[in-house]
DNA sequence: CTACTGTTAGTACCTAGTCCTAATATCGGA
DNA sequence: TCCGATATTAGGACTAGGTACTAACAGTAG
């Protein structure tokens, strides 16, 4: 017996994570074990059989159109945040970002980071970008960490808009900058301290 | 016979297309025909069998990381393009798009549509975004169609810039403007008459 | 020695099909 | 009305990738 049972069962689940398409037989050939054997662990480990496996990816997968969008409240990560203050977030290029011809990232990926990052710093029930002026000052490519650092450079709350500007930059480097007018509903959001 | 075979096929493709997950036997009694006329008109129709539909939208699903962002090269439907002329895009607003508190659609949505619009009116081998200004002047909600329509405004090919002005709107009311001013590598895109 | 765990083997059954043959049903045209 | 073509249905044999269950056996611990 090379593994113990423990072990079998240990990797099996990976393999499994891995590669929900692989069959018991594959399995069993895999760990040098009987198919009843695997049959046993996936029982133990309750993992369903493969059809139930592939099913639940093609479910999620169609499920997913309301993911769809990888994007999903704010862009990137926030790794720091005051309330109508500063906000800093990063976001790391990978392929699904960059035009497949030159590897360069696509505008709406820096634009979205930034835009979310500016309705993120904004310390009200709603935030809407009203307007906008941004500047692509150097191209982004995959691979590439852009940070985007948000400042709050006027709050208006009577003419109920606020000033943002952000700055994105991979390595020091500036590769995008939007100064961002902000609509917001002058409703402080909950929990908030005065 | 309520429907002629031709119908039926016409029919089935779209179940198909719209539930994937459906059996030729589910089918045959939708249908009001055998389960082996089902199986007939797939192979007709060349429709693999559901364990292989399933397979196929599950691995669909894991490539994706490849694909991840649903929009492919242009966000939304190209209905129109002239190239270095003028474009038309819609984009339809779905649950994925809005913030979930208050269904507005996101405001980088709209941009990335307008944006890929600007960069693929253009005809050369290479177009960036280098700079835009953009105006959200009324909140778009889920259900709404954003039609987008860019305009190139100048065509400077020394200067290797080129101005793209893409106006978007649900209804005939205007709901975003972008004015977008784009770098162009100034080589014509293959196959293209002088 | 016995009890227990772990592993293997084999059977019957299931779903959702394939492939193939054969029998009907239906319809249009001469 | 009969002929032939197309359309539909039925059935049998087979498949993959299982479930559920019973039975046997090996190795180890008490």
Redesign the pocket.
Known sequence: ?KRT?KE?QQLLQETIGENPFV???DLAEQFG??V??I??D?MELSI????ERIKHVAKSRLTDEVRSLPIEEVIGDVIDIELDSSAISIFDVRKEHVFVRNGIARGHHLFAQANSLAVAVINDELALTERATIRFTRPVREGERVVAKAKVTEVNAKKERTKVEVKSYVEKELVFRGDFIMYRSNIRAEGEAE
């Open positions: 017996m049972k079998r069959t018991d037989e074990v009987s009843q054997t049959r046993l996936r369903p059989e493969l059809r």
